[in-house]
Nanobody
Framework: QVQLTESGGGWMQAGDSVRLACAAS????????LGWLRQAPGKEREFVAA????????YIADSVKGRFNISRDNARNTVFLQMNSLKPEDTAVYYC????????????????WGQGTLVIVSS
């Protein structure tokens, strides 16, 4: 049973950059897709970015494309979300998730989640 732990969130100013990290308790790359999702106040959880299960491709949500990117460090069992040019609308709890069932990235289909890290972006 893999466990995921996010870090790197905090209070930021519009235009700032930050890198979030999600550390897995075991080696999972090449076994599961790994991704980031976020939940803003009063909104549903939404997909942000992910690696496919083989690590050969990535997907970035249109809402953050061009500003956010995803990367990973296999040796550290860690996936990163690089967030650039932050906007107030990026304020959310950011979660990482493992796609253990090989589904799409609809949140309701995902069962393995980190506890989230809060990012607050002020104008």
């Amino acid at each position: 049973q893999v466990q995921l732990t996010e870090s790197g969130g905090g209070w930021m100013q519009a235009g700032d950059s930050v890198r979030l990290a999600c550390a897995a308790s075991e080696r999972i790359f090449s076994s599961y897709g790994l991704g980031w999702l976020r939940q803003a106040p009063g909104k549903e959880r939404e997909f942000v970015a992910a690696f496919n299960w083989s690590g050969t491709d990535t997907y970035i949500a249109d809402s953050v494309k061009g500003r956010f990117n995803i990367s990973r460090d296999n040796a550290r069992n860690t996936v990163f979300l690089q967030m650039n040019s932050l906007k107030p609308e990026d304020t959310a709890v950011y979660y990482c998730a493992a796609n253990t069932k090989g589904t799409d990235w609809t949140p309701k289909y995902l069962e393995v989640w980190g506890q989230g890290t809060l990012v607050i972006v002020s104008s």
